[in-house]
């Protein structure tokens, strides 16, 4: 591993017009996206690798990035997806017996712009005040342009409220997870579809680990493509971009709750299921994104510390059980709500066997204290097929 000392001259330029001089990181040239903050300590190469961070540029909070280095085995998708980085202090030489890679070649590997020597904090600040905005990293050649020209580049960006990245980011082609492939020996008993708005590695794992065959489809898939595969139950992921936009997919989630499939849904698919249900989602100020984020568990009065990572948000009434806007789909509660801010983190519907949580029990990297969503899944799921079971059976008694 080289450790190379960088002293090309770097810029971040925010759309307010304020700039933070640095260092370049990783690859030179420019890099544009939304400036966010991430308040993880560790788990920098899951996160740059998850597909929900693609069109923003990752602030981190934590002050040394890169201290573990990178390896093959940690990466949440075949890529970064991170428009960009900014860090404080890059570890110049990483120190673990599984780093394979210095984080600074595996952003030149995959063309990531970053920025280093940047007082991150004081950014922190100016964007939990003024709220996550567009931003640009200049660095070698294009950081000697005069500032007025980088600051309009940065507006000339398009905004995240809107955006549609669920194609990006998405597989082309379906595929499967076998549960023999992540170590379960047993009886598969349950399959699962699982649409791919840019899910990260570990949740099909976590399920595969339990014993489930995942059908992971295109972002775009039909009804039919869901019930083709015999799926016991139907799973949207995480991913980027505005729920607003989410429409094809609001479609298919309104089918699988009027067929009373069991849905899960993770961030993007808590939002989505959110919309299906009639709620509107809203731009967080500056969104949650670490993976030390408190939440309530309304129904348990238990605290989960959780892996979180969005910028929107699902505008439900937070007390009690109501009805749906939509109320074919009858009496949903909000079940989980963020402690830090009040912002809701979780869906449960009464009538139909629905549910979503807004941060990430998949866990990679963060706490696991929310892993047992996935068995509640299984237990929908369960619970439905004996409904299934029961319903031939008499039937086909009344011929
Ligand atoms: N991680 C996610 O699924 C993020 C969902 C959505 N893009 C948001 O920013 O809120």
Not at 108 to 137: C, F, P, Y
Not at 217 to 232: C, I, K, N, Y
Not at 264 to 287: D, E, H, M, S, V
Not at 312 to 339: K, Q, T, W, Y
């Amino acid at each position: 591993m080289t450790a190379v000392q960088r002293t090309e001259q770097a810029l971040l330029v925010l759309e307010d017009g304020r700039v933070f001089r640095g260092r370049s990181y990783g690859a030179i040239g420019t890099a544009l996206g939304e400036a966010v903050f991430s308040t993880g300590m560790s788990g920098y190469q899951e996160t740059l690798t998850d597909p929900s961070y693609a069109g923003q540029i990752i602030v981190q909070t934590f002050p040394h990035i890169g201290n573990t280095g990178v390896n093959d085995e940690d990466a949440e998708s075949s890529r970064i997806w991170a428009a960009g980085y900014v860090v404080r202090e890059a570890a110049r030489i990483p120190s673990n017996w599984r780093a394979q890679r210095t984080l600074d070649e595996e952003l030149i590997n995959g063309d990531v712009v970053g920025i280093q020597q940047v007082d991150t904090r004081a950014l922190t600040r100016h964007l939990r005040e003024a709220g996550a905005m567009k931003s640009g990293i200049f660095s070698g050649e294009a950081a000697t342009a005069p500032i007025e020209e980088l600051v309009k580049s940065v507006n000339e960006q398009p905004s995240m409220e809107g955006a549609n990245l669920s194609a990006l980011v998405s597989t082309k082609q379906a595929y499967i997870v076998e549960p023999a492939d992540h170590g379960f020996d047993g009886e598969v008993k349950y399959t699962v579809a699982a649409i791919d708005l840019g899910m990260k590695a570990m949740t099909p794992h976590r399920f595969a680990e339990r014993g489930v065959r995942v059908h992971v489809l295109p972002h775009d898939a039909s009804f039919e493509d869901v019930t083709a595969t015999g799926a016991h139950g139907v799973f949207f992921s995480n991913g980027p971009g505005d729920p607003a936009t989410a429409t094809v997919q609001v479609e298919l989630v309104r089918q699988v709750l009027d067929a009373k499939i069991p849905y899960f849904g993770i961030c993007f698919g808590n939002q989505i299921l959110g919309r299906a249900l009639g709620y509107g989602t809203y731009k967080l100020r500056f969104g949650h994104r670490g993976i030390n984020q408190p939440v309530l568990d309304k129904a348990t009065g238990k605290v989960e510390i959780t892996s979180q990572n969005h910028g929107f948000a699902v505008d439900a009434p937070r007390e009690g059980a109501a009805n749906a806007p939509l109320d074919r789909f009858g009496r949903v509660e909000v079940s989980h709500i963020s402690l830090n801010d009040g912002v809701v983190e979780g869906l449960y519907c009464l009538d139909i066997p629905a549910f979503s949580v807004q941060y990430h029990p998949e866990a990679a990297s963060g706490p696991h204290d929310a892993s047992h969503l996935f068995d509640r899944f299984i237990t929908n799921m369960a619970a439905a097929k004996n409904t299934a079971a029961t319903t031939t059976d008499s039937t086909q008694g009344e011929k």
